[in-house]
């Protein structure tokens, strides 16, 4: 998402000198209020450029200025109505993970940190302005995983029940390409609303099926967060398709769109893009243990990342890995076996530790290393090769589940934020 923005940002500058020229005269005008903070005019605008170019870029028709700044506000919004409540909790990036960010964004793109600032100022952009946006990212992807993602729990009867109704689809590796429209419902809608919201979904969902461009549909009436991608959800496996949109994608036809769905969020309309099929299942797997440190309310992101670096010392000075694992690891499910983790397949962990597991020997222990997550301290213990073909079907059935109702929860909890918050328009037209 990261590099995404820095080359949708660089794509952007020319336009964006060319169209602004007059920036100067631009008011930096207060045209909406969020809890405490406001959204000016000049932010509007400028999204709205990088909206388009990104629009631009995929080939896709940009919808009227109107519908694009409605759009635009309503992301604008959502982000700092995140960030309050990031504050309100007590999360903030300290400056050590957003340099260590910085360098990777560089790398990503061939570049030093200095030729990254070189080349955001050669196209008449600020460097403090594009570090605060990565800050102001980071800072929301650990709210989430702090609100939504780490509270979510999958029981062994829900996998059992998963496999036994799609343990076909899961098995067989297929991928889908997804596209929908929301058209979502405040908390305690009455009778009325919640009629109005149907027929407006009805009438999207007869436009999509008489071949009118969903995308354009999408960013002109969606209210879901990915509304200015055309409502485009990508490439996806059946670990990464909502519950409410799962079994409706397994059966439909490509090309084909789905029936009004109804979930707590709204109305959703749903088109099945393509499909395709993958490779089979792997059956390389690892034993390995781990010490997890996780920043929180009282430690930061550098404390969190201190004490897991003087665990890893007291560990090669001969502490027993085992009993710092029951004592410090805040993996509370693999703590109490010392930190064991048994035996994990390919995909049945978060990249940055499966990427820093394979790299270790067998007896071999890593330094900290990050994920989304915390800092861990890895071992691995053994490596088999095996016919896991069933430990992994259940391995994926539970990423399903843990998938979809993370993007569900996400979705609801993002939606309880926004109807909370105190917003106030200063300009007509950006509230409709």
Do not use: C
């Amino acid at each position: 998402m990261i590099a995404l923005f820095l080359a949708l940002w660089l794509l952007a500058a020319g336009g964006a000198q060319a169209q602004f020229q007059e920036e100067d005269r631009l008011l930096d005008r207060i045209i909406a209020v969020v809890g405490d903070d406001v959204i000016t005019e000049r932010e509007l605008v400028e999204r709205m450029n990088l909206a388009a170019q990104e629009l631009a870029q995929r080939g896709v028709r940009p919808p009227s200025q109107a519908a694009l700044a409605r759009q635009v506000m309503e992301r604008l919004i959502v982000e700092r109505v995140q960030l309050q409540e990031a504050r309100r909790v007590g999360i903030s990036i300290d400056e050590i993970t957003l340099n260590r960010t910085m360098e990777d964004i560089a790398a990503e793109n061939d570049l030093t940190l200095l030729e990254l600032r070189n080349a955001l100022a050669a196209e008449g952009m600020e460097f403090t302005a594009f570090r605060q946006q990565i800050r102001d990212e980071l800072t929301i992807a650990q709210l989430r995983r702090r609100q939504v993602e780490n509270r979510l729990r999958v029981g062994e009867q829900e996998i059992d029940d998963l496999i036994a109704a799609e343990s076909g689809a899961i098995d067989r590796d297929v991928r889908y390409r997804l596209s929908h429209i929301l058209v979502a419902l405040p908390q305690g809608a009455d009778s009325s609303t919640i009629a109005e919201a149907r027929e407006k979904a009805e009438e999207l969902r007869a436009r999509a099926r008489a071949d009118e461009d969903f995308a354009g549909l999408a960013i002109s009436h969606s209210d879901a967060p990915d509304a200015l991608e055309g409502g485009d959800m990508g490439w996806r496996g059946a670990a990464d398709i909502p519950t409410l949109y799962a079994r409706k994608a397994i059966l439909m036809r490509p090309g084909e769109v789905s029936q009004v769905l109804r979930s707590p969020n709204g109305f959703h309309i749903v088109k099945l893009v393509d499909r395709e099929a993958g490779s089979g299942l792997q059956v390389s797997q690892t034993r390995a243990r781990h010490i997890l440190v996780s920043p929180d309310e009282i430690r930061s992101e550098r404390d969190a990342e201190a004490q897991a670096r003087s665990l890893y010392n007291r560990i090669r000075e001969g502490a027993p890995f085992a009993e710092l694992a029951r004592a410090h690891s805040d993996d509370s499910g693999s703590a109490a076996q010392g930190g064991e983790l048994g035996w994990l397949s390919p995909g049945e962990t978060v990249p940055a530790f499966e990427d820093a597991m394979n790299e270790l020997a067998v007896g071999e222990m890593s330094a900290p290393i990050q994920s989304q997550f915390g800092w861990h301290i890895i071992e691995v213990l053994e490596r088999r090769e095996t016919d896991a073909t069933r430990d992994l079907l259940r391995a994926r059935a539970q990423e399903v589940l843990q998938n979809r109702k993370l993007e569900e929860e996400t979705e609801l909890w993002l939606r309880r934020l926004r109807d909370e918050a105190f917003v106030e328009y200063r300009v007509e037209g950006l509230d409709s």
